[in-house]
């Protein structure tokens, strides 16, 4: 037997009815009194389907609440602590005393429940059901129809909340091909989730990354320190698509890891601009940052900061005389930038394939880039100069690229995804507009590239670049600034706030925005062995390489990757 709704009632659990709501806060499900029905097995985050006369919404639940059609009830509730009260609680149940759900609609699809066509259909909310439309727990086929699991290259990303054998699929081409935002307190599993997406980019093969790793955490290998296990990196999963650099040569030593590379800097690369976004790091004035364009002028470009550190104390106030600028502002730069001598990855010009250059070689080829910081992600200063310069540098390729290939004169650029953790550091209000991400993000990937920014303190984000994040991912978050800075310019953010609040402390993260359909709540799936099997990337040989178990001996394994890496002239 098949109800109106289009639902099997022997296997669909069926909840409750609509009585009332609307479209911008949500409708009000009055939950049937049956035990199929408790509040207590109901999620807030949990996916329901509403199925009404002409067509089916899915919807997501964002609020529970206790209702009483009379107020003696909660004035004046039955004493169950004897035979007599527990039968008028079993008769109170449901009638005089009920369970409502607050759910939000946010997609709709034909009355046929499942297939391709549903998944096809399915699109944004813009009316809602009638009164007393029933209401259903999703089932897979629902999870399918929103998300088009049957797609079977879209990325698993994890289950939806109370439906851990449903799987939520993305399709990662959508992701980056806009900016996206992963958030979450300390702990919480942003770096896991963030390290899955890129591996997922990785396999797709479409777009390439580069991944800026403060903490050395995506490389080789990451840490796990929940269950106390190290955990395979992008380098390990993905060996010949994969190629790591380093700014510190000697933490990688003492890791027991062999970077492709090794980074270095130099002097003539740094330019006025880079000083001006780290002005608060450096604790300089607004007048001693300036100074820098003073300098640029009078020793010229490329050579001013290394002109410049070479001065000694008499030489800084002659200097200031000559320029005519404030001697403590110039002095207080020039203490600061000194101390930049202890930057080992700082040279006086930028090296062949351990340069800027060298980076921007292999992400042109297709590779994937990881730059670890080693000693120097604890460096902040360090961290954003860095990021901020090769990342400039990166961006001019891209856009010389593109603009080469809108004339006619070659092919458009890779698409191009960054990431940046920390990203509150690069992206403050006061800084955005002068660095880098702030102009990619901005640009909408007009040259093709985009930003995957992870960061705990959303808050601290300008709230131009926030708008522009095409999908947020966040894990729990402590502070009501960080969760209202996530949810800024989303639809529906008054409700979804309350799912966001409710996220459980650790594996579980509220997805939204342009690479998903409607909001979810999912439990990203494990970092293990059935997550490495699933990356493996088949070679020509039709051997996989990225499982540990390459039909290669050590030797040839090497060379081939130094082959693919480097190969010759």
Not at 334 to 357: C, I, T, V, Y
Not at 413 to 428: C, D, G, N, Q, S
């Amino acid at each position: 037997m098949i109800a109106r709704n289009g639902q099997n009632p022997v296997t669909a659990r069926r909840l409750g009815v609509v009585v009332g709501g609307s479209l911008s806060r949500g409708l009000d499900v009055r939950l049937d009194g049956s035990a199929d029905a408790s509040l207590e097995d109901v999620a807030v985050g949990s996916f329901v389907t509403i199925v009404g006369r002409r067509q089916r919404y899915f919807a997501v639940v964002t609020d529970l609440e206790l209702r009483a059609v009379d107020d003696n009830v909660r004035h004046f509730p039955p004493d169950g602590s004897t035979g007599a009260g527990d039968f008028a609680v079993d008769v109170m149940a449901g009638t005089l005393a009920y369970g409502q759900l607050s759910v939000m609609p946010s997609m709709t699809g034909p009355l046929d429940s499942g297939g391709v066509d549903a998944a096809v259909s399915a699109e944004q909310a813009k009316t809602i059901p009638e009164h007393f439309a029933p209401v259903y727990a999703a089932s897979q086929a629902d999870i399918d129809a929103v998300f088009a699991a049957q797609a079977g290259d879209a990325f698993a990303l994890g289950s939806p909340q109370g439906m851990d054998a449903a799987s939520v699929r993305l399709d990662l081409g959508t992701l980056a091909s806009r900016s996206v935002g992963v958030f979450g307190a300390s702990g919480s599993g942003k770096t896991f989730l963030a390290r899955m997406l890129l591996a997922g980019l990785v396999k797709e093969g479409d777009a390439v990354s580069l991944v800026f790793d403060m903490e050395s955490e995506y490389g080789w290998q990451g840490q796990d320190n929940d269950r106390r296990r190290q955990v395979k990196g992008l380098k390990q999963l993905f060996p010949s698509r994969v190629v790591t650099f380093t700014l510190d040569e000697e933490s990688s030593r003492r890791r027991g890891v062999s970077p492709d590379g090794v980074v270095r800097i130099g002097y003539d690369e740094i330019e006025p601009a880079d000083i001006e976004v780290l002005r608060d790091l450096l604790n300089l004035s607004e007048v001693a940052a300036a100074t820098a364009w003073n300098l640029e002028r009078h020793y010229g470009r490329g050579d001013w900061l290394r002109a410049f550190l070479a001065l000694s104390g008499a030489d800084v106030g002659e200097l200031a005389n000559e320029l005519g600028v404030n001697l403590a502002a110039l002095q207080t730069l020039h203490r600061r930038l000194s101390a930049w001598g202890r930057f080992g990855f700082l040279a006086d010009q930028g090296e062949g394939r351990g340069s800027a250059g060298g980076i921007i070689e292999q992400l042109q080829r297709g590779n994937h880039v990881v730059l670890e910081f080693g000693q120097y992600g604890r460096n902040t200063a360090a961290y954003v100069l860095v990021s901020n310069l090769l990342t400039r540098r990166i961006h001019e390729t891209w856009v010389r690229r593109k603009e080469l290939a809108d004339g006619g004169q070659g092919d458009e650029p890779r698409p191009l995804v960054i990431f940046i953790e920390e990203a509150h550091k690069f992206l403050t209000p006061e800084v955005a507009s002068q660095t880098i991400f702030g102009s990619i993000a901005r640009e909408l990937r007009k040259y093709n590239v985009t930003l995957m920014i992870v960061d705990q303190r959303p808050s601290g984000i300008d709230s131009e670049v926030m708008s522009q994040l095409g999908t947020r991912l966040s894990c729990a978050l402590n502070d009501d600034r960080d969760m209202n800075a996530v949810l800024m310019g989303a639809r529906d953010a008054g409700q979804l706030r309350g799912v966001l609040a409710r996220l459980d402390s650790k594996q579980q993260a509220l997805v939204f925005g342009h690479a998903v359909p409607m909001p979810v709540v999912v439990r990203p799936r494990d970092y293990d062995e059935s997550f490495y099997a699933e990356m493996a990337v088949p070679t020509a040989t039709g051997v996989a390489v990225g499982t540990g178990g390459l039909a290669e001996t050590e030797a040839e394994r090497m060379q081939r990757e130094i082959d693919e890496l480097f190969p010759p002239e």
